[in-house]
């Protein structure tokens, strides 16, 4: 079954940092990981995303800010926030499109998601 497990969220004041880390498990291959965020009211947006070949892509609203990054050996991406700002307040959520052991076709999976919130 696969597995996705989030850490890292929690409380920060406005310009701290955090990191967040997403452990991928029981995955045959692994393509591009990413990560996602919904704050309360709003629909889930897209923050980061990383390709198998450690391409990146970022949204406007953290270039400069977020860095994502991945651990191929332990099947772990990252995103470190530094510079964080109230409107960054939202719970994040990882994405990992692969195929799990015994599958045939790539799927997206998800984690369940870590609250981060930045104060002012």
């Known amino acids: 079954q696969v597995q996705l497990v989030e850490s890292g969220g929690g409380l920060v004041q406005a310009g701290g940092s955090l990191r967040l880390s997403c452990a991928a498990s029981?995955?045959?291959?692994?393509?591009?990981m990413g990560w996602y965020r919904q704050a309360p009211g709003k629909q889930r947006e897209w923050v980061a995303t990383?390709?198998?070949?450690?391409?990146?892509n970022y949204a406007d609203f953290v270039k400069g800010r977020f860095t994502i990054s991945r651990d191929n050996a332990k099947n772990t991406v990252y995103l470190e926030m530094n510079n964080l700002k109230p409107e960054d307040t939202a719970v994040y959520y990882c994405?990992?499109?692969?195929?799990?052991?015994?599958?045939?076709?790539?799927?997206?999976?998800w984690g369940q998601g870590t609250q981060v919130t930045v104060s002012s």
């Open positions: 029981e995955f045959f291959s692994i393509n591009a």
């Open positions: 994405n990992v499109k692969g195929k799990g052991w015994g599958k045939v076709i790539e799927l997206s999976y």
């Open positions: 990383i390709t198998s070949g450690s391409f990146t």
